[in-house]
């Protein structure tokens, strides 16, 4: 199905980017992943090492670095069919003490990043694109500490249906996937009781994220619009009142 579709996937160098860059890798599309980190992005493409999945150095909370992504996947692909905005950085500090720094900085690489990676991308998208961005389910339920976190994701939600209204005059559908908790790095060392307290009965992994994404993406679902699926296992649906 995405065999003749560019992807664009951000923060794709580790972590659910990397999970999402499979899938779509999987499923035949050409590959661009756009991380900031240069030594994890190298290896990722080393990985695949074939002309349809290329890294390219990006920091999406710099402006200048995504036009050069976008001009770069242009000269070597000649279209983009896909972004996924899923780079992102979880920073929890103390309340009182947060810096302005700190607050800008999640900001930027979050919030700011999606704004300017779909602007330069929506320039070019054809008709039929398709955009996704990824939230959190901090953006609906909050631990103390997180503000500036919760707020980067919940803006996000935000910002998917205002692109979604903007965008649709070219045909671009935005939508945004709310994941609950990821576990990227030792899935096997979890504790029963880390699985057990999911209405689903597991912790999620990036291949949930990653199928989320090719579900958004498919133009047989293009009735989907401007929305949030969030993919939690039950989380934000579950009661935690104590007995
Ligand atoms: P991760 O830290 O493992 O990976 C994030 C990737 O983004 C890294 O490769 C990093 O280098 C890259 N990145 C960070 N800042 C960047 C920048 N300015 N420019 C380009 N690349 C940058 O994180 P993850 O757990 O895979 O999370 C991916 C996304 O999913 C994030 O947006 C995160 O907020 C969201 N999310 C994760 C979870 C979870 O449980 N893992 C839950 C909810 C939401």
Request: aromatic share 10%; hydrophobic share 40%; proline share 1%.
């Given at each position: 199905?995405?065999?003749?579709?560019?992807?664009?996937?951000?923060?794709?160098?580790?972590?659910?980017?990397?999970?999402?860059?499979?899938?779509?890798?999987?499923?035949?599309?050409?590959?661009?992943?756009?991380?900031?980190?240069?030594?994890?992005?190298?290896?990722?493409?080393?990985k695949y090492d074939c002309e349809r999945v290329s890294f390219?150095?990006?920091?999406?909370?710099?402006?200048?670095?995504?036009?050069?992504?976008?001009?770069?996947?242009?000269?070597?692909?000649?279209?983009?069919?896909?972004?996924?905005?899923?780079?992102g950085i979880s920073s929890f500090s103390n309340f009182y003490e947060m810096t302005v720094e700190e607050w800008d900085r999640v900001l930027n690489t979050?919030?700011?990043?999606?704004?300017?990676?779909?602007?330069e991308v929506a320039k070019v998208m054809?008709?039929?694109?398709?955009i996704v961005n990824i939230s959190?389910?901090?953006?609906?339920?909050s631990e103390p500490n997180s503000e500036a976190y919760a707020a980067s994701k919940g803006g996000i939600i935000a910002l998917t249906h205002a692109l979604a209204a903007t965008l649709s005059e070219k045909k671009v559908r935005v939508n945004c996937i709310s994941p609950g908790w990821i576990e990227t790095n030792n899935y096997e060392e979890l504790r029963e009781s880390d699985h057990l307290q999911h209405f689903s009965k597991r912790?999620?992994?990036?291949?949930?994220?990653?199928?989320?994404?090719?579900?958004?993406?498919?133009?047989n679902n293009d009735f989907i619009n401007g929305t949030n699926i969030t993919i939690d296992g039950g989380m934000t649906k579950k009661m935690?009142?104590?007995e």
């Open positions: 199905m995405y065999s003749d579709k560019t992807v664009i996937i951000t923060g794709g160098a580790r972590g659910i980017g990397a999970g999402i860059a499979h899938a779509f890798y999987e499923a035949g599309a050409k590959v661009v992943i756009a991380d900031y980190h240069a030594e994890n992005g190298k290896q990722a493409e080393k390219f150095e990006t920091d999406v909370s710099n402006e200048q670095s995504v036009i050069a992504l976008v001009t770069y996947v242009m000269e070597k692909f000649g279209r983009v069919d896909i972004l996924i905005n899923n780079a979050n919030l700011k990043g999606v704004f300017l990676c779909s602007r054809e008709e039929g694109g398709a959190s389910t901090r953006a609906f339920m912790v999620g992994k990036s291949s949930d994220i990653a199928r989320g994404c090719l579900y958004l993406c498919d133009p935690i009142y104590e």
